[in-house]
């Protein structure tokens, strides 16, 4: 298993400010995710992180809007850019242990609440 | 583009009974599925996994039933407790992906 924790748990921004959220993981661990869940909604995914490369983003995600970092292989961090109220949600850092469907292992840290007002 | 969903948004359940929380997916390429339970303030914790190869799999009070004919997952909960009280989603992988995709996720009440 994998203990994930992040910080800040909560916060709350003005808009055209940006937020910093950070992953820390309790093991050494090669697939990070980032995902968004707005309020009463499901999971969206972000990106995916991985230690050495650049972060995957999803279709509607873009770089300049969501940057990330992985420097190594038990932290990353998300930044929410110039930030509007519609970025107002609950940001969630993953991890992945094992990829097939015989070890596939994910677990989620506690999530990151945003409101921007 | 193909996705999981789930049937009803909210169930209220008394305690003691049984739950059943449904969820349809539409990828028949998915080959693995997992239910995940998300309480108020905290991040999607693992309940219970199946893989397409079998129809049922038991755990801990909870089962979860496969049928891929009709592209028809299902949780069931036995004995609910207060503390099953919680959005459960589903998620399912595909067999060429190692992401999940979520469905809309189902909100339990367990009334005393």
């Known amino acids: 298993s994998a203990v994930i924790s992040q910080k800040p748990s909560r916060d709350i921004c003005q808009r055209g400010t940006s937020l910093t959220i950070q992953c820390q993981v309790d093991s050494q661990v090669t697939m990070m995710f980032w995902y968004r869940q707005q309020p009463g909604q499901s999971l969206t995914l972000i990106a995916t992180a991985n230690q050495g490369s650049e972060a995957t983003y999803e279709s509607g995600f873009v770089i300049d809007k969501f940057p990330i970092s992985r420097p190594n292989l038990t932290f990353s961090t998300l930044t929410v850019s110039n930030m509007s109220p519609e970025d107002s949600s609950i940001y969630l850092c993953s991890v992945l242990l094992g990829t097939d469907s015989y070890s596939y292992e994910q677990y989620f840290g506690p999530g990151t609440r945003l409101t921007v007002t | 583009g193909e996705s999981v969903g789930l049937h009803l948004p909210t169930l209220s359940v008394q305690e003691g009974d049984n739950s059943i929380i449904n969820c349809a997916y539409s990828?028949?390429?998915?080959?693995?599925f997992i239910w995940y339970k998300q309480e108020s303030g905290k991040g999607p914790q693992f309940i219970i996994d199946i893989r397409s190869n079998m129809d049922k799999r038991q755990g801990q009070r909870v089962t979860v039933l496969l049928n891929k004919t009709v592209k028809h997952l299902s949780l069931q909960i036995a004995a609910t407790q207060p503390g099953d009280s919680a959005v459960y989603f589903c998620?399912?992988?595909?067999?060429?992906?190692?992401?999940?995709?979520f469905g809309a996720g189902t909100t339990v009440t367990v009334r005393a």
């Open positions: 998620a399912e992988k595909a067999s060429n992906d190692y992401k999940l995709s």
């Open positions: 990828n028949s390429a998915s080959d693995y």
